[in-house]
């Protein structure tokens, strides 16, 4: 993905939080950061979330546990400005991490690279230590597996009022409980 230019740029984020609403089946998923006095909430598919977590666990295992009990050191400070509260549908996410600061940097963009009037849209981009990327990663995995679960067969999600899974020809209606 080529560079995009960020419209707000949060800074140090004091708390980062994988939300979800809704009950099975019909959640809806966010992002939350909160930095100085602004606040993001970053709508996300569950797929994208459960990517987000996937791929912050592999990095902070994959950087140790030196880079755990190292200091972090946000690049940018907390939002100063005015408070402002921004609230959006992520198209697309893109994750960083800056080994001087040993901190990983989320950028969530409204609209997609190929639209022309992506200049328009909101962007979002704030600073994570190692321990909130951590923190994230399991909260964000936890949220994305407290859903319906799966089909043995099918690996489709099992509504609480039964599946009927193709695998099977629908000759067998699975439950939950």
Known sequence: MAEREVRYKLGAARTVAAESFGRP??????????AGRAQSFI????????????YL??????????ALNQESAPGEAPWT?????QDFQARQMQLQYDREANCF??????????????????????????????ALASQALS???????????????IDPDGHRCTRANGHAVFETG
């Open 143 to 157: 949220v994305c597996a407290s859903g319906r679960p799966p089909c043995f067969l099918c690996g489709m999600p």
């Open 25 to 34: 089946g019909r959640r809806t998923f966010r992002l939350a950061a909160e």
């Open 43 to 54: 709508w996300l598919e569950k797929e994208q979330l459960f990517q987000l977590g996937i």
């Open 81 to 85: 400005g005015d408070a402002m509260e």
């Open 105 to 134: 940097i989320v950028h969530a963009f409204e609209g997609d690279e190929d639209d022309p009037d992506s200049g328009a849209q909101t962007s979002v981009s704030f600073w994570m230590t190692m321990a909130q990327s951590a």
């Open 57 to 66: 666990q592999q990095a902070v295992q994959q950087l140790g546990e030196s």
